[in-house]
């Protein structure tokens, strides 16, 4: 049997390797080093037994500070527990948090106008600084140091490494090893504001408690935590502690009552002193003409105002309700509209898109629109196009101002029969996305049909005589190809075209349709129109291929040629 070794020899302790000296027992673990020599054979196999049993306790409580599964770290552990060594391995590492949301509350309180708060957080990567204002809010990136670049001692393999800073040193110079840490963590800091507190983010591994100590060693009780989580989160709950300076509202524009000029204003949403989950509700308006794309921008209520946040939306027409979340200073979210994207802009970027003046749509008014139904096959389709288009764009624009009708006519004279009903839709007023509906249903067109002339004068008649007299300003749109048959035959043989078998007269019909604007589109434009067109399209007579819709809304008097820049909502309805 060979002698006993002297512990005064002996380097490390075989089970966690810290250096053994001449203790009696291992500073760190408490394995028995040595003890006085006694007389008698040794129990070699029971002291081994009992080193290896002490060494997979080791092992065990870094595995339990790594995770909930032994099995993750067994290529690292000396030897295989069993369920009991493993239980008992987790309740030994069990570690209290120290939590970080009062330490990072108070260090915010405490900051200077102007100053930064450096917040550290150590974890299995490194150490990450994040600077943080008075108002909770991070400022720039975020400053990192790998524990490699600190410690190139420390393995490259990820899995070892955290077995390392776990607690699992064995094979490395302890000693050694934290006084490295002492001196890079020391000048990293110098790095660093004044003002800093330090955040562990691995309870319980022996490295990073360690550099979280140093990174604040004259205001240990109050500068550090022991908590894992998610800065942001946790500045987002600080945040909402800490009350706003000055009062938030929304950047709306206004409309003088006696005029068309425009100007900027803040609707209030929250009040100097309000905290985190005050809640605020607005309605604004989308006028009709304006363009659909706006910013819903909250700023502070002081002079000059700043800009807290800005997004995107593209709001219906009409009132659109806003709700405002506040999360703390400097923090507003919108929760409704929906769809809403970050809007880069600054506060002047913002207003310099509000217009000077703007003169809105009427109020109300009446569409009555008389369509051609029969004809050049491309020109009835491209006439229904044309009006269901107009009607699409009045639903989405003025759906609220503008009430319209659709009437239709046929041909007085088909197969050699003649035809007295020829006007079709009762021609009551709708919205407009209904009088698509109405459009839709009326007849298809139907051939042969007579070239010179269609019964539009029955069209008016029908108008001025089953239409009650207007409560809004009225407007008449024709869409046609063919003028109505004379009141009376042209013997003269150049316009070979019958009479109206019902004895309409149009012009007749017309002075009675209470119409204050006429617009006529109308298949090809004459060089030299016809009186019926010069009356229909007094205010406007349109080529049929050369119209489009807004171009149509606006000839009508119902919405601007172009939508109107807005770069912000209106406070009130038009």
């Not at 080093?33 to 080791?58: C, K, N």
């Not at 420390?154 to 490395?172: C, K, T």
């Not at 909402?240 to 003088?256: K, W």
């Not at 913002?350 to 217009?355: A, C, D, R, S, T």
Request: overall charge positive.
């Amino acid at each position: 049997m060979s002698e006993p070794r002297d512990p005064r020899e002996a380097d490390r302790c075989p089970v966690c390797g810290w250096p053994a000296g001449a203790d009696a027992r291992c500073r760190d673990c408490g394995w028995t080093l040595h003890t006085p020599w006694r007389l008698g054979r040794g129990d070699e196999s029971g002291f081994q037994a009992r080193l290896d049993a002490a060494r997979l306790e080791a092992d065990l409580r870094v595995a339990a500070r790594l995770g909930d599964d032994w099995r993750d770290t067994a290529p690292l552990l000396r030897g295989v527990p069993d369920d009991a060594a493993w239980a008992e391995a987790r309740r030994a590492v069990s570690v209290p948090v120290r939590p970080a949301r009062p330490v990072l509350a108070r260090a915010v309180a405490d900051l200077a106008g102007g100053a930064r708060l450096a917040v550290v957080e150590v974890s299995a990567e490194g150490l990450t600084a994040t600077l943080v204002d008075d108002l909770a809010r991070t400022d720039g990136p975020p400053r990192t140091r790998s524990w490699n670049e600190m410690l190139p001692m420390l393995s490259a393999d990820p899995a070892v490494r955290a077995f390392q800073l776990a607690g699992g040193e064995r094979e490395l110079d302890r000693p050694a090893l934290e006084l490295a840490l002492v001196a890079a963590v020391t000048a990293w800091a110098r790095t660093l504001p004044p003002d800093r507190i330090a955040i562990c983010r691995v309870p319980g591994w022996p490295l990073p408690e360690l550099a979280t100590r140093l990174l604040a060693p004259r205001h240990l009780a109050t500068a550090t935590a022991v908590e894992p989580g998610e800065l942001a989160a946790l500045l987002t709950e600080v945040a909402a502690t800490r009350p706003i300076r000055t009062g938030y509202g929304l950047l709306v524009a206004r409309l003088e009552p006696k005029g068309s000029r425009v100007t900027a204003a803040l609707h209030p949403l929250f009040d100097a002193g309000a905290r985190g989950g005050a809640m605020a509700e607005v309605t604004v308006y989308r006028a009709p003409g304006m363009s659909p794309a706006t910013t819903l921008a909250v700023c502070t209520v002081e002079q000059p105002p700043r800009l807290v946040a800005a997004w995107r939306a593209t709001p219906r027409t009409g009132p659109v309700q806003v709700r405002a979340v506040l999360d703390g200073p400097e923090r507003v979210r919108l929760t409704v509209p929906s769809g809403l994207d970050p809007d880069p802009q600054n506060l002047s970027g913002i207003l310099e898109g509000l217009p000077k003046r703007f003169v809105a749509p009427p109020r109300r008014m009446e569409l009555f629109c008389l369509l051609e139904l029969n004809g050049p096959a491309r020109a009835v389709r491209r006439r229904r196009e044309l009006l269901d288009g107009l009607l699409d764009l009045l639903a989405s624009e003025v759906a609220e101002r503008v009430d319209a009708a659709v009437l239709g006519y046929s041909d007085h004279s088909f197969r050699g029969r003649t035809i007295i009903d020829v006007v079709h839709g009762g021609g009551a007023l709708e919205r407009p996305a209904a009088t698509r509906s109405s459009l839709k249903r009326l007849p298809e067109p139907v051939e042969p049909f007579t070239a010179g002339a269609a019964p539009l004068e029955d069209a008016l008649t029908a108008l001025a005589s089953t239409v009650p007299p207007p409560r809004a300003p009225r407007v008449l749109l024709t869409v046609a190809g063919r003028p109505p048959h004379p009141l009376v035959a042209d013997r003269s043989g150049r316009r070979p075209v019958d009479v109206c078998p019902s004895r309409h007269d149009w012009s007749k019909a017309l002075a009675r349709t209470h119409t204050g604007r006429r617009v006529a589109v109308v298949d090809e434009v004459p060089e030299t129109p016809a009186s019926v067109w010069r009356a229909l399209g007094e205010h406007a007579l349109l080529g049929l291929d050369g119209t489009e819709p807004r171009a149509l809304a606006a000839a009508l008097g119902l919405l601007p040629s172009a939508p109107v820049r807005f770069s912000v909502p209106l406070a009130h309805p038009l």
